[in-house]
């Protein structure tokens, strides 16, 4: 472990949980689910389109972590999967977009700005880099 993530395990952003790999695989599963029905949806409801991308990108991330034995608290929310993820896997492609597309659809979630189409299709490929990215870290 890292000294950031036993940080965020002191202060209760992380737990340590069984590593559950099957339960990994089934994440990534749904992270490409998710990135189907983004690319689906990005002319009709583009917002819904955009949090659908981030959820693959977060669930696929979060796989990673599972496997790991680690999960994120209610207190550590999506910041920690980001966070754990990059000590874990390092700061370079294709983890570097997460942050950006994060606070993007946080915009849309909680701040009232809409996605348009081509928000989606410009961070689609990334949110398909970072899921494959996680798959190919297990294997999946």
Avoid: W
Avoid at 29 to 45: G, I, K
Avoid at 59 to 65: D, E, F, M, P, V
Avoid at 83 to 88: D, I, P, Y
Wanted: proline share 3%; with cysteine; hydrophobic share 45%.
């Amino acid at each position: 472990m890292t000294r950031e993530l036993d940080a965020m395990l002191a202060a209760g952003r992380l737990e340590r949980i069984p590593a559950d790999r099957d339960a990994a695989a089934r994440a990534i599963e749904a992270a490409r689910r998710h990135l189907r029905s983004a690319a689906a949806l990005a002319e009709t409801d583009p917002d819904l389109a955009y949090t659908a991308l981030y959820d693959a990108i977060r669930k696929s991330c979060a796989a990673l972590l599972l496997a790991d034995g680690l999960r994120a608290t209610s207190r550590g929310g999506h910041l920690a999967v980001q966070q754990a993820v990059t000590f874990l896997h390092g700061r370079g492609d294709p983890l570097r977009s997460f942050d950006r597309v994060r606070r993007q659809r946080n915009a849309v979630e909680y701040l009232g700005d809409e996605a348009d189409p081509e928000d989606v299709r410009a961070d689609l490929g990334a949110a398909e880099a970072i899921v494959a990215f996680a798959a190919r870290r297990l294997r999946r």
